[in-house]
T-cell receptor
Framework: EAQVTQNPRYLITVTGKKLTVTCSQNMNHEYMSWYRQDPGLGLRQIYYSMNVEVTDKGDVPEGYKVSRKEKRNFPLILESPSPNQTSLYFC????????????FGSGTRLTVV | QKEVEQNSGPLSVPEGAIASLNCTYSDRGSQSFFWYRQYSGKSPELIMSIYSNGDKEDGRFTAQLNKASQYVSLLIRDSQPSDSATYLCAVKKGNNRLAFGKGNQVVVIP
């Protein structure tokens, strides 16, 4: 089944404790992206990647890191999480986003206390 | 002006009626437009894409695009309770990126 897989689905952590949210897609998509979704603010892009080793900042990249060492994987790293990063995170992938849109993963609900 | 605006509040429609959602965008050069459906607690799911002025129909969904007026709309005909969800409008930005609106909640009343 073609899908984008994120883990974990739920995560509660403490301020300052480094964490990684994994994302993997099995559709051989070139493009991958991370979004966060907050009430009243909608979906905002954090980082995106056009191919292996090619990444760029989205609209809200502060406090996040990404890497794209393999085509299928695009982990999101929070080096020192803060409470304002409490949010619902979505990983997404696409062959060409502006032609086909994105396929989204199931989401990771992160709470930073 | 925001990149993508969806200003309407929650929309309640009776079962069987037409639900109409609107979205405006700021970049006159945008070429690709998408509608996503998001059920509560779930991820967005692509339901329609449109690239040319006019109407595009897919089952009970019709997307309408007017580039001169910079708006795109979504009509849901014969609304069903299963259509109750939040609908997100997305518009192409430069460099193969998508900008999303905040979404409109639709509630279909049986």
């Amino acid at each position: 089944e073609a899908q984008v897989t994120q883990n974990p689905r739920y995560l509660i952590t403490v301020t300052g404790k480094k964490l990684t949210v994994t994302c993997s897609q099995n559709m051989n998509h070139e493009y991958m992206s991370w979004y966060r979704q907050d009430p009243g603010l909608g979906l905002r892009q954090i980082y995106y990647s056009m191919n292996v080793e090619v990444t760029d900042k989205g609209d809200v990249p502060e406090g996040y890191k990404v890497s794209r060492k393999e085509k299928r994987n695009f982990p999101l790293i929070l080096e020192s999480p803060s409470p304002n990063q409490t949010s619902l995170y979505f990983c997404a992938s696409s062959l060409t986003p502006t032609r086909y849109g994105y396929t989204f993963g199931s989401g990771t609900r992160l709470t930073v206390v | 002006q925001k990149e993508v605006e969806q200003n309407s509040g929650p929309l309640s429609v009776p079962e069987g009626a037409i639900a109409s959602l609107n979205c405006t965008y700021s970049d006159r050069g945008s070429q690709s437009f998408f509608w996503y459906r998001q059920y509560s607690g779930k991820s967005p799911e692509l339901i329609m894409s449109i690239y040319s002025n006019g109407d595009k129909e897919d089952g009970r969904f019709t997307a309408q695009l007017n580039k001169a007026s910079q708006y795109v709309s979504l009509l849901i005909r014969d609304s069903q309770p299963s259509d109750s969800a939040t609908y997100l409008c997305a518009v192409k930005k430069g460099n193969n990126r998508l900008a999303f609106g905040k979404g409109n909640q639709v509630v279909v009343i049986p």
